[in-house]
């Protein structure tokens, strides 16, 4: 089956403690990106990379990082975590068309609290 | 500063009815937009799209319009049914830059019986 995989779905931490939650894609996807989700501000991203060894920041990267060392997966590190970094997150994976790239295939999300 | 905007957090429609969700968007640079929705507990799912050389494009139950010059575009669901309850995001591209979709803040569509 077609998917994007995340770990964890759900993940309650303390403020500073690294954490990494990762994404996999089995549809051989060059494209792939995170997202994060919040109340009234819809799904924003914090990175996207067009394929291996090759990562962008999206709008809001500020207290993450990515790394992408091969095609299918894509983990997002949380080095310090903040309370103000409690959010549902999501991976997306795309094919490189044009058009058909902004056509993404989301993970189920990892619900992350901070305290 | 949300470049893609729903105005309407909620909606309510009956089932057997159309649904119409709103976007409008400011980049003018925009020229791709879609459709997904997102039930609880789920990612989001592409829905239906739409290029700006086009002013309609259909899917079965579900028409996007498109109106460049207002920058606005709709989604309508016809008929409307249970299923249909979900959060629908609008988003849209710049194909020069495919890979950065902006989105939406949602719209929660409850379609009652």
């Known amino acids: 089956e077609a998917q994007v995989t995340q770990n964890p779905r759900y993940l309650i931490t303390v403020t500073g403690k690294k954490l990494t939650v990762t994404c996999s894609q089995n549809?051989?996807?060059?494209?792939m990106s995170w997202y994060r989700q919040d109340p009234g501000l819809g799904l924003r991203q914090i990175y996207y990379s067009m394929n291996v060894e090759v990562t962008d920041k999206g709008d809001v990267p500020e207290g993450y990082k990515v790394s992408r060392k091969e095609k299918r997966n894509f983990p997002l590190i949380l080095e310090s975590p903040s309370p103000n970094q409690t959010s549902l997150y999501f991976c997306?994976?795309?094919?490189?068309?044009?058009?058909?790239?902004?056509?993404?295939?989301f993970g189920p999300g990892t619900r992350l609290t901070v305290l | 500063d949300q470049q893609v905007k729903q105005n309407s957090p909620s909606l309510s429609v009956q089932e057997g009815r159309i649904s119409i969700l709103n976007c409008d968007y400011t980049?003018?640079?925009?020229?791709?937009f879609l459709w997904y929705k997102k039930y609880p507990a789920e990612g989001p799912t592409f829905l239906i799209s739409i290029s700006s050389i086009k002013d309609k494009n259909e899917d079965g139950r579900f028409t996007v319009f498109l109106n460049k010059s207002a920058k606005h575009l709709s989604l309508h669901i016809v008929p409307s049914q249970p299923g249909d309850s979900a959060v629908y995001f609008c988003?849209?591209?710049?194909?020069?830059?495919?890979?950065?979709?902006?989105f939406g803040t949602g719209t929660r569509l409850q379609v009652t019986l």
């Open positions: 980049n003018s640079m925009f020229d791709y």
């Open positions: 997306a994976s795309s094919p490189p068309q044009p058009g058909l790239a902004a056509e993404q295939f």
């Open positions: 988003a849209a591209s710049d194909t020069g830059t495919a890979s950065k979709l902006t």
């Open positions: 549809m051989n996807h060059e494209y």
